[in-house]
């Protein structure tokens, strides 16, 4: 194997793992998963059959990546965070045929216990705090939190908030990074170099 798998874990045939992904306690990967290089599958991690999981993406314990999710490269999923599928389950009424698709762009963080509500697109270097629940489309850097979810600022590549309004123009610096922003028209780009 050219990646680690932990004796618990279970990875069914047909599943494609990259090099130098980690697969940890008690994981579940169903055989149609595709999943990248340089992936952490922590402890208790389920990964459902029609899941893409980008290079080196970090999910956390305890996160179910359901049909119907990909994550581009980068994403980190936090402690206990959740996805769904279905906008409206019933256990009565079958309804796989209705799953929608979300999408979680390059870089975007998912803090520990926040809920993505199934259908939505989630922009790169976007930032969920935890306990948010997202349940509409989050703009690319953009900081979300609370029930449910609000824009209240932007985040830089390198993950700190930018001093930056929330509409408008402007143009700023990370303070870390010192990659420079542009916020346009109510949209944030990084400056090229």
């Not at 980068?74 to 256990?91: A, D, E, I």
């Not at 976007?126 to 979810?149: Q, T």
Request: charged share 20%; hydrophobic share 40%.
């Amino acid at each position: 194997m050219s990646y680690y798998q932990h004796e618990s874990a279970i990875v069914d045939d047909g599943a494609q793992i990259g090099v130098g992904s980690r697969v940890w306690h008690f994981v579940h990967v169903c055989g149609q998963a595709k999943i990248g290089k340089g992936v952490s599958l922590g402890q208790n991690v389920f990964v459902g059959n029609k899941v893409i999981i980008g290079n080196d993406c970090k999910i956390q314990n305890n996160v179910s990546v359901y049909d119907n999710v990909t994550l581009e490269d980068g994403v980190f999923c936090g402690p206990s965070m959740v996805f769904t599928n279905v906008y409206n389950p019933r256990s009565l009424i079958e309804r796989k045929d209705q799953y929608r698709d979300t999408l979680v762009k390059k870089g975007a963080t998912l803090g520990a216990n926040c809920t993505i509500v199934c259908g939505v697109t989630i922009g790169e270097y976007a930032f969920v705090g935890a306990g948010a629940v997202i349940n509409k489309d989050v703009p690319a850097y953009a900081l979300m939190v609370g029930v449910p979810a609000r824009q209240i600022g932007w985040m830089s590549e390198f993950g700190e908030q930018l001093d930056l309004p929330m509409i408008g123009d402007g143009e700023v610096a990370c303070v870390h990074s010192k990659q420079r922003y542009i916020l346009e028209a109510g949209k944030l780009r990084k400056q090229e170099s």
